[in-house]
């Protein structure tokens, strides 16, 4: 299951994203708890009851309990800031942009995981989301912390197949 089910689930017309989606874990330079834990919490951001039960069941052999739980809270989070971030910028009143969110953020302290691997998969689900505000946040962070471009591509490039594929099903099952 995992990864193999969604590919042989993908339309004809998607065999680009069968093909990426082969490809974009199992060769990445990211460590395997990187990747995994990116591919769940774009799952989860992404929606798809088959795509995020399959990489779920697959992350499980590659995450423990706790990169589990940070991957998933990394989708949470990121439902809420990417929002209310991407708002306060679209309005584009410095007196948004200079008023404190006042909203509970605490998992990104203390997520559970290495600082370094969350901050990963909250860019990853904010690319997904579309919040430029906290996509330059994150990428800045993990610059700080010693991540490179390449790793920061990496995520990216996983975040953009496991949404395809998301959007694919579900663009599949409507019309069933």
């Not at 910028?89 to 509970?104: C, K, M, N, V, W």
Request: contains cysteine.
């Amino acid at each position: 299951m995992g990864l193999d089910a969604i590919t042989a689930a993908l339309p004809e017309y998607a065999k680009d994203i069968r093909l990426n989606l082969g490809s974009i874990v199992g060769t990445s330079t990211l460590t395997p708890v990187q990747a995994w834990g990116t591919a769940l919490a774009c799952a989860v951001a992404s929606r798809n009851p088959v795509v995020l039960r399959e990489i779920a069941a697959e992350a499980l052999g590659h995450l423990e309990p706790e990169g589990v739980r940070a991957a998933k809270g990394a989708a949470a989070i990121m439902a809420m800031t990417n929002v209310y971030y991407r708002a306060k910028h679209l309005i584009g009143d410095e007196q948004y942009a200079s008023t404190p969110a006042r909203l509970r953020m605490q998992i990104i302290a203390r997520p559970g995981v290495d600082k370094g691997d969350f901050e990963l998969w909250c860019l990853a689900v904010s690319a997904i989301n579309g919040c430029g505000v906290c996509l330059e946040s994150h990428e800045k962070a993990l610059r700080r912390s010693g991540f490179t471009r390449e790793q920061v591509h990496e995520a990216l490039r996983i975040s953009a197949v496991v949404h395809a594929a998301a959007v694919t099903l579900d663009a599949e099952a409507a019309l069933a």
